[in-house]
């Protein structure tokens, strides 16, 4: 049972390259949800989508996209990266909203240079 | 406006030695729910509890209590006898109803280290 599957790992990126974050869980879940977290602080969420063709913008949507045209697959889209953009990123799903726990996937660490 | 507080930033303790870690929270809403994750150096996030706004009793499994106080808005964890693989980083983080969105809102963690 895979849960929530993240690529890639490791991601070195210039400024104003763009890159797309792979998210899949195979758990059936409506939820999904993008977070990042900055050194030394918790998670914020970039973006979430309630199913598939439903997304809606978190608390720090600016330089993100996302689609999700599938149950299983939320991918995250960086256009122009910049270096404030470096960070971990973690994608999440939940079988339903608020009262479902989240399982978090393994994360992408990227650094913009 | 919907908050987590864990206001210990970083935690030394010598193995076998009890430890909490404190939490605290705003939120207007009657209805929510709390969660503690554990991020060990590998870097994953781990699932360790969810309570909700009516359940105020204690939890305990193995080493691991959670304490979650309404009146003091106050969920706070301890490891009793701590052994050197439960050195983290320890999240706390509330889900609220309101905007039915499920956003976690995550404290800025406690670093916990367990030395031998």
């Known amino acids: 049972n895979a849960g929530v599957t993240q690529t890639p790992k490791f991601r070195i990126l210039k400024i104003g390259q763009s890159m797309t974050l792979q998210c899949t869980q195979d758990?059936?879940?409506?939820?999904m949800y993008w977070y990042r977290q900055d050194p030394g602080m918790g998670l914020k969420l970039i973006y979430y989508s309630v199913g598939a063709g439903i997304t809606d913008k978190g608390e720090v949507p600016n330089g993100y996209n996302v689609s999700r045209s599938t149950t299983e697959d939320f991918p995250l889209r960086l256009e122009l990266a910049a270096p404030s953009q470096t960070s971990v990123y973690f994608c999440?799903?939940?079988?339903?909203?608020?009262?479902?726990?989240?399982?978090f996937g393994p994360g992408t660490r990227l650094l913009v240079l | 406006a919907q908050k987590v507080t864990q206001a210990q930033t970083e935690i030394s303790v010598v193995e076998k030695e009890d430890v909490t870690l404190d939490c605290v929270y705003e939120t207007r809403d009657t209805t929510y729910y709390l969660f503690w994750y554990k991020q060990p150096p590998s870097g994953e996030l781990v699932f360790l509890i969810r309570?909700?706004?009516?359940?105020?009793q204690n939890e305990i499994s193995g080493r691991y209590s959670w304490n979650f106080q309404k009146s003091t808005s106050s969920f706070n964890f301890t490891i009793t006898a701590s052994q050197v693989v439960d050195s983290a980083v320890y999240f706390c983080a509330l889900s609220a109803f309101s905007g039915n969105t499920g956003k976690l809102i995550f404290g800025q963690g406690t670093t916990l280290q367990v030395k031998p």
């Open positions: 999440a799903s939940s079988y339903d909203t608020t009262r479902e726990t989240q399982y």
């Open positions: 309570r909700n706004s009516f359940d105020e």
């Open positions: 758990m059936n879940h409506n939820y």
